[in-house]
């Protein structure tokens, strides 16, 4: 499947009830060739009116931390989502439906093929590295699956909720770029 097919196929997709109250479905974006993949839990109000992942106050801290270790997702890196549809007042998704969309997920990554993958907070981590994955104590920390390198921070919006996370997430940030430039061919080109 190409990445237009996928495309096409997610945004008619209705496989859960996550489908009855979205206005868009939040894809992907970024370069369809970049090597680091960062992955959050789902669409927020904003990404949902406008159809692309974290655009809110979240996403625009998002642009700001990647911005510092050189990152753009215009340019050398993919943002996605474990769920692609809104869930309803922003509550977590449930794991039926994070079962019923993670084949998406699982197709963008077959396409990527990232050597970097970093999740963005406790439960696209629990999805992606480990269920029991816990992020206070476990953020920063590489996990070798298969050869690719695995990594959670926090979600920028924990950062907004509590600034103190910040510090952490700064060299979080410097160790990412360090495992890029150990580990990746053409990011930083
Ligand atoms: S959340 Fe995923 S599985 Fe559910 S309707 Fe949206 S695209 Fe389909």
């Not at 007042?89 to 970097?116: M, T, V, W």
């Not at 996370?165 to 979080?172: G, N, Y």
């Given at each position: ?16 009830e ?21 992955v959050?839990?789902?669409?927020g ?78 439960i ?29 921070i ?36």
């Amino acid at each position: 499947m190409t990445w237009d097919e996928l495309e096409k196929t997610c945004l008619g997709c209705t496989k859960c009830e996550l489908c009855k109250t979205r206005t868009n479905v939040v894809f992907g974006v970024g370069n369809r060739d970049a090597e680091v993949l960062f992955v959050g839990e789902g669409p927020g109000e904003s990404e949902d009116k406008q159809g692309e992942p974290f655009v809110g106050r979240a996403g625009k801290l998002l642009d700001t931390m990647l911005a510092i270790i050189d990152l753009d997702r215009n340019k050398n890196v993919y943002i996605a989502n474990i769920v692609k549809c809104r869930p309803p007042k922003n509550r977590d998704p449930l794991q039926s439906e994070q079962d019923a969309c993670i084949g998406y997920l699982r197709a963008q990554f077959a396409l990527l093929r990232p050597k970097i993958v970093v999740c963005l907070g406790r439960i696209a981590a629990a999805k992606i590295i480990r269920a029991d994955f816990k992020i206070t104590k476990e953020h920063g920390v590489w996990y070798d699956k298969n050869g690719i390198k695995f990594m959670a921070i926090y979600h920028p919006a924990a950062l907004l909720r509590d600034p103190s996370k910040k510090p952490d997430t700064f060299l979080d940030l410097k160790e990412l770029k360090r495992q890029i430039e150990a580990t990746c061919d053409h990011t930083y080109d």
